[in-house]
């Protein structure tokens, strides 16, 4: 079964505006945390930002900040003020267990996201 | 500068020989990751080592071999057993007892058999 769903295979969005990408997670770990990385054309992945299941606000950095509604294990990012850099691939990113290991992480099938001028 | 190196970015094969891809961190990370990537698709993990002279087969390890004899490296080997190898290689590595265990990621190598 899926654990990370990426619904949205690719979107287009003008230059300036805000853009979320969608993720919905399945899990039955109380402890876990949710990534998302960023692949431009280039081929790496650059880690953008984290949220940990017992985290009570949502997580933010810089531009990015991800949309954490637990009771519906959704994790959205939200990109305000998009730039034409924006454009690339984004995944989301589920690892489970707690705090005492580094489980390994599961990848979603990613959101190719490009910016119109 | 720390960081994770893959070396060469582009290789390639010809069916039937087996192919070692190179994956080395100066970060003094504990953990290490291979992902393959094949086109239009997210990342499916291979093999993954927490430890030097410790690893576990990730989602799809069947054709791939690793080895973790240094807390630096952890090269992979792609066999002839594995049927489709043509695709792009990612190796990672996270601080095993830091959390939240963010990956970084090396620049991939792009495999092509033919």
């Known amino acids: 079964a899926q654990k990370i769903t990426q619904t949205q295979p690719g979107m287009f969005v003008q230059e300036k505006e805000a853009v979320t990408l969608d993720c919905t997670y399945d899990?039955?770990?109380?402890?876990?945390?949710l990534f998302w990385y960023k692949q431009p054309s280039s081929g790496e992945m650059i880690f953008l930002i984290y949220?940990?299941?017992?985290?009570?606000q949502n997580a933010t950095e810089g531009r990015y900040s991800l949309n954490f509604q637990k009771a519906r294990k959704s994790a959205n990012l939200v990109i305000s003020a998009s730039q034409l850099g924006d454009s690339a691939m984004y995944f989301c990113a589920m690892r489970e267990g707690g705090y005492s290991s580094a489980s390994k992480i599961i990848f979603g099938s990613g959101t190719r996201l490009s910016i119109r001028p | 500068d720390g960081g994770i190196t893959q070396s060469p970015k582009y290789l390639f094969r010809k069916e039937g020989q087996n192919v070692t891809l190179s994956c080395e961190q100066n970060?003094?990370?504990?953990?290490m990751y291979w992902y393959r990537q094949d086109p239009g698709q997210g990342l499916r993990l291979i093999y993954y080592s927490q430890i030097v002279n410790d690893f576990q087969k990730g989602d799809i390890a069947e054709g791939y071999s690793v080895s973790r004899e240094k807390k630096e490296s952890f090269p992979l080997t792609v066999t002839s057993a594995q049927k489709n190898p043509t695709a792009f290689y990612l190796c990672?590595?996270?601080?095993?007892?830091?959390?939240?265990?963010?990956?970084?990621f090396g620049p991939g190598t792009r495999l092509t058999v033919t």
């Open positions: 949220q940990g299941s017992y985290d009570q």
């Open positions: 990672a590595s996270s601080i095993d007892r830091k959390f939240p265990y963010e990956q970084y």
């Open positions: 899990t039955s770990d109380p402890s876990y945390g």
């Open positions: 970060l003094n990370h504990d953990a």
